[in-house]
């Protein structure tokens, strides 16, 4: 019995360990050569990230995006905008466990609530005055007012959002520690979900009835938003 009861200590000190060890490097797995631009051509190649390009055929440009230099237009019902530098748009960071956005905001512009499951995303604001925060799993909001220079960190998988609360435009570059951070916008995923999240989950779940839900709904689809383009 001791020998057992040992053994069941054991493996109990070894699954936590494993445990541990997982959560610290739950993150892009570290490169195996110098760097792997993406392939896109071969998107349709199902791996953990996207095939490498012939070391051969790589060149200088493959590491340069200069999708940030030229702010979007925030004309659309949240008066926001994104450009995604993740691997779909800058293939060079393929398999570096790194990207960048450019986020634009018209006055009282919003980026709604949303989480990226595979990053920390770190914000830095060029320009402007907006409110940032996120919600720890205890629903607690951890909110502060950014100034031009401020910098914040969302950690990952937390829900969180950006909204310009002063009179004028704002611009932020944010940046994860994903080639690829995915988004899902809160709001989007539940009403919009393909098929949909059957009626009765969803009223009892906000405590309305079937018009309003309806209203909820309607709300979300009558006037597109930004795609965020793997952001």
């Keep these: 019995m001791k020998t057992s009861s040992t053994m069941i200590k054991a493996s109990l000190s070894c699954i936590l360990w494993l445990s541990i060890m997982v959560a610290i490097n739950a993150s892009d797995p570290d490169p195996l050569q110098d760097f792997c631009v993406a392939d896109t051509a071969e998107a349709n190649v199902k791996i953990n990230g996207f095939v490498c390009k012939d070391p051969k055929e790589v060149n200088a440009s493959d590491f340069l995006f200069r999708g940030l230099s030229n702010p979007l237009s925030t004309n659309n019902n949240l008066g926001f905008n994104i450009t ?132 909820l709904i309607s709300g979300q689809t009558t006037a597109p938003a930004p795609a965020p383009v793997g952001q």
């Design 84 to 215: 995604a530098g993740n691997v779909v748009n800058f293939p060079g960071v393929n398999t570096l466990g790194i990207s960048i956005n450019r986020g634009e905001f018209a006055p009282g512009g919003l980026n709604p609530p949303h989480i990226h499951p595979r990053a920390t995303e770190i914000i830095f604001l060029m320009e402007g005055t907006i409110l940032v925060g996120f919600i720890s799993t205890d629903n607690l909001l951890f909110s502060q007012k950014l100034e031009k220079g401020d910098v914040f960190v969302i950690p990952r998988g937390l829900v969180h959002f950006q909204q310009n609360v002063g009179a004028s435009y704002a611009s932020t570059i944010t940046a994860f520690n994903s080639q690829m951070p995915g988004v899902q916008v809160i709001a989007s995923a539940l009403f919009g979900a393909n098929p949909s999240i059957p009626q009765d989950v969803l009223t009892k779940a906000f405590n309305v009835n079937d018009e309003q839900l309806k209203e």
